[in-house]
């Protein structure tokens, strides 16, 4: 609700990164498509590192990192939209996996002060807060990916839910 | 002041204690008649004092917040002047009546270094304090043109608690402190200013903005409304119902009956950020508020009138305030205030508390439109309360009375 103009202009800006996302999506999977050597290439080491690092999580957090991709999302609005566009399987996935790790999580982040966390810590953070988006639906609405007996949640507008964290 | 302890099965407590409020039904007229609406917004709204910013929202001289109050037609510049102090304008320039601050919503923000605000349409510039300090080739106005009598229109502003409250009135009846009474002394000395994260709501309701009032005004309806979020709550009563003048207060009191989920238990042991969580030792909470110290206390829950939903709870404060647009359209704004993370984990417990609790916000809303749909019908005349929804029928007495007044 602050200065609309910086919302209009946040709006714009996720609408050109997801075009932008899009079509970088719609280019590899052209590649792969199109090419099985494009698709071996990728897959050797030099092409593996830089993805391998976006996905990365720090030591001993190795067993949810498959999650990162799909719930590392660094705003409330992105983890409100992946909850509820996930199915009930999907959740419970999540969160029977994410669980027994939170305590540890928790420890490791405090390890860095406020909003100083490295990439790797930032991202295990962000699935965290994941956590805490898709917690309720398994906990007290038996699975349900949206909030139950509710008003639309998209007409509902955080100031926040554009904020980085 | 009038409070109620040792309540055991006193089941109509509040209209024996206020028995001038009565126990009969209310009609359902005012959610639906255009009339009514009309009659609310000139006589209540352009004449109450209504709170429009926190200080917090203008912190410096040049701060700005314009904020659009489409039952008057206006939107009011709140700014922050070079001898700090916040003043209220409507957003019209003198010249040929531009917006002075572009609007680009239903609230603006902006700062201007140099404490002025100058209109883009041709350049007249006013200063914070509302003065018309320049206008480009003002030699080629005529004569009958004074500069001094050209500031940007003021409106009535006076603040509270870190609160900025406005009042549309050319000439309002009563103070500031005057309106508040009782209510200020009652809610004075929390510390609002202390619990900095703000998260914030807005939405459109196709309703009538006592529908929405009236949805936040009760407990009656937690366990039902909110068996989803908060299954392990239930309302134990009032207490301490209040009035002051027109505005009132009471305490919501829950019980706690279930263990919290696995979840809950690890961001209630970093933070605290959530109403349906054990409060911790009094330690904000001024000695009105739950003054006979209640452990089922949660939050204390007051209207100040009329359109403001002010909470207080340890470590938590919040409100809805309902924005009327149309006889069945308003808008609705829900604040809710914690202190703010100093860790990672901490800021973790804060997400989760909050993403529950707009959860809960989301329960809550889902009735307003239902209600409006309904009630256009006509079917009904009458909406019967009971003895805990005194808050709801003191609003129905209060905003009946200043009508008939007017007469």
């Known amino acids: 609700m602050k200065s609309t103009t910086s919302k209009r202009s946040k709006k714009a800006v996720t609408a050109a990164g997801k075009s932008a996302r899009t079509a970088a999506k719609r280019l590899r999977s052209a590649k792969t498509v199109a090419s099985p050597a494009a698709k071996r290439q990728a897959g050797t080491r030099s092409k593996r590192i830089p993805v391998r690092k976006g996905r990365a999580l720090p030591a001993g957090f190795e067993a949810i990192e498959r999650f990162v991709k799909r719930w590392a999302l660094p705003t409330q609005n992105r983890r409100q939209a992946r909850r509820r566009k996930s199915t009930t399987a999907e959740l419970q996935d999540f969160y029977d996996d994410m669980l027994p790790v939170l305590p540890s999580i928790l420890k490791h982040v405090d390890t860095f002060p406020l909003g100083e966390l490295p990439q790797a810590s930032q991202r295990l953070f962000f699935l965290a807060l994941s956590l805490a988006e898709v917690a309720p639906h398994i906990e007290l609405y038996r699975g349900d990916p949206n909030v139950p007996y509710a008003f639309e949640e998209s007409r509902f507008v955080a100031e926040h839910g554009e904020k980085i964290g | ?407």
């Not at chain 2, 009339?35 to 910013?53: D, G, T």
């Not at chain 2, 700090?84 to 609007?103: D, I, L, M």
């Not at chain 2, 603006?108 to 510039?125: D, E, I, Q, Y």
């Not at chain 2, 009094?282 to 009138?305: K, Q, V, Y």
């Open chain 2, 1 to 407: 002041m009038a409070t109620a302890t040792g309540e055991l099965v006193r089941r109509h407590r509040w209209t024996q204690l206020y028995p001038e409020l009565g126990q009969g039904p209310i009609p359902t007229e005012p959610y639906v008649s255009e009339e009514i609406y009309q009659r609310e917004i000139e006589l209540i709204f352009k004449k109450s004092w209504l709170r429009v910013a926190r200080v917090e929202e203008v912190p410096e001289p040049g701060s700005y917040k314009v904020k659009r109050l489409h039952f008057a037609n206006t939107a009011i510049i709140i700014v922050r002047a070079k001898d700090g102090v916040v003043r209220a304008f409507h957003n019209v320039c003198s010249h040929r009546g531009n917006t002075v601050v572009t609007e680009t919503g239903d609230e603006t923000f902006g700062h201007n270094k140099s404490a002025v605000l100058p209109c883009r349409f041709h350049g007249w510039v006013y200063g914070a304090d509302g003065t018309l300090v320049s206008v480009p080739e003002e030699d080629r106005f005529y004569s009958c043109f004074e500069r001094g009598h050209n500031g940007l229109t003021p409106v009535a502003t006076d603040v509270w608690e870190g609160f900025v409250f406005i009042n549309l009135d050319p000439r309002p009846l009563h103070t500031l402190a005057e309106f508040l009474g009782g209510y200020a002394g009652h809610f004075g000395g929390y510390p609002y200013a202390a619990l900095t994260e703000c998260y914030s709501y807005t939405t459109y309701l196709d309703c009538n903005w006592k529908i929405g009032h009236d949805s936040f005004s009760e407990a009656y309806h937690v366990t039902t409304i909110h068996a989803g979020s908060f299954p392990n709550v239930f309302s134990t009563g009032l207490a301490d119902v209040q009035f002051f003048g027109p505005h009132r207060t009471c305490a919501v009191c829950l019980n706690l009956t279930q263990a919290p989920t696995k979840v809950a238990v690890v961001a209630g042991s970093v933070h605290r950020g959530s109403l349906v969580q054990k409060a911790a030792e009094r330690r904000m909470l001024p000695p009105s508020i739950n003054p006979s110290g209640r452990h089922d206390f949660a939050f204390e829950l007051s209207t100040l009138f009329p359109n403001l939903l002010l909470h207080v709870a340890e470590g938590i404060w919040f409100t809805h305030q309902f924005w009327p647009i149309a006889r069945n359209r308003t808008i609705w704004e829900g604040k809710y205030y914690v202190r703010a993370a100093q860790t990672n984990s901490q800021r973790w417990a804060l997400e989760y508390a909050q993403v529950l609790q707009r959860n809960a916000w989301l329960e809550d809303t889902q009735t307003m439109e239902n209600t409006q749909k309904a009630l256009e019908s006509g079917a009904k005349r009458y909406l019967n309360l009971q003895d805990e929804e005194i808050l709801i029928r003191h609003n129905a007495h209060v905003l009946a009375d200043r009508l008939a007044a007017a007469e």
